[in-house]
């Protein structure tokens, strides 16, 4: 599930700007009464008294003092969306490079090991899910887990009532590690169920329980607000499978509403999914 980008969520509406414009529209009319009143009024008696002339100053200093704040409303919106794109560059500064460097940690680890067991296999993409979880928390400021969901098949994979995932690797600063190597049923995921079926490159929502009921979770309680999903596909062909094989789920999540940027993380999520996948390439002849 795609939404549409944070700067339009946080964009002031069309019915705001016509309601921030209301006191200039309604003190100008006042003086645009006032001085068609004066002259009339003038041409009646042949001149302009005191009253009508201090009536139409008066009504010009009213809208003089709306449009100046009208104005400095408006200078302080577009100021605090500059200083929140400076400060989502600053962040992202450092989650990339961070991230990246995860990333070939991984490969690296995984290319170097002649053979490479199941538990040393996913302590690998648990330490590399940690140091996502670091990278991305330290730049957005809030507390972000990362965990890889690892999809099973029965005997018919187009059965989807016989897929299911499990929980292969967490970072270090999740709490639900007791659910590691459990299995869950797939279509009893929402997010997961949608990228299987769909043909979109990650689900997204920085609000879940704004979705509602229809919001589902096989693990049971959800603790947080904002997630990022990616499949994890093969990219290249096995004896086992094709390539573009769903075989896991790399997941963000984190308990503050609106923690990511879907223009900035969404990319940089599908770099580590491919990273993942090519891990899942590097050892394809062992049962992980």
């Known amino acids: 599930m795609k939404e549409e980008p944070q700067e339009a969520r946080y964009a002031p509406?069309?019915?705001?700007?016509?309601?921030?414009?209301?006191?200039?529209?309604?003190?100008?009319l006042f003086g645009t009464i006032f001085t068609i009143a004066g002259f009339f009024a003038s041409a009646a008696r042949a001149e302009l008294t005191g009253v009508w002339i201090a009536g139409v100053l008066i009504a010009?200093?009213?809208?003089?003092?709306?449009?100046?704040?009208?104005?400095?409303?408006?200078?302080?919106?577009?100021?605090?969306?500059?200083?929140?794109?400076?400060?989502?560059?600053?962040?992202?500064?450092?989650?990339?490079?961070?991230?990246?460097?995860?990333?070939?940690?991984?490969?690296?680890?995984?290319r170097e090991s002649e053979t490479?067991?199941?538990?040393?296999?996913?302590?690998?993409?648990?330490?590399?899910?940690?140091?996502l979880a670091d990278a991305v928390s330290t730049g957005v400021g809030h507390q972000v887990r990362v965990c890889v969901k690892q999809v099973g098949y029965g005997d018919d994979p187009t059965v989807l009532k016989d897929v299911w995932v499990e929980t292969v690797a967490r970072?270090?600063?999740?709490?639900?590690?007791?659910?590691?190597?459990?299995?869950?049923?797939l279509v009893g995921n929402t997010d997961f169920l949608e990228l299987l079926e769909g043909a979109d490159?990650?689900?997204?929502?920085?609000?879940?329980?704004?979705?509602?009921?229809?919001?589902?979770n096989s693990s049971g309680?959800?603790?947080?607000?904002?997630?990022?999903?990616?499949?994890?596909?093969?990219?290249?062909?096995?004896?086992?499978?094709?390539?573009?094989?769903?075989?896991?789920?790399?997941?963000?999540?984190s308990p503050q509403q609106y923690a990511f940027r879907e223009d900035a993380h969404v990319p940089l999520g599908q770099i580590a999914a491919d990273t993942i996948a090519e891990a899942y390439d590097t050892v394809k002849n062992q049962e992980v």
């Open 13 to 28: 509406p069309v019915r705001s700007a016509l309601a921030n414009w209301a006191p200039v529209i309604v003190t100008g």
């Open 60 to 110: 010009q200093m009213i809208t003089f003092a709306g449009v100046v704040v009208y104005q400095q409303r408006s200078f302080d919106q577009r100021l605090a969306v500059m200083q929140s794109a400076i400060e989502s560059a600053a962040s992202l500064q450092h989650t990339y490079p961070a991230s990246l460097r995860a990333a070939h940690g991984l490969i690296t680890r995984i």
């Open 221 to 253: 309680e959800v603790d947080y607000h904002s997630v990022i999903v990616w499949p994890v596909r093969t990219l290249r062909r096995t004896d086992k499978s094709p390539a573009g094989t769903l075989v896991a789920y790399l997941c963000l999540d």
């Open 116 to 131: 490479l067991s199941t538990l040393e296999f996913r302590r690998a993409l648990r330490d590399f899910c940690t140091a």
């Open 171 to 185: 970072s270090k600063n999740s709490k639900g590690s007791k659910d590691i190597g459990i299995h869950h049923p």
């Open 201 to 216: 490159d990650y689900w997204f929502s920085d609000d879940i329980f704004a979705i509602g009921p229809s919001y589902r």
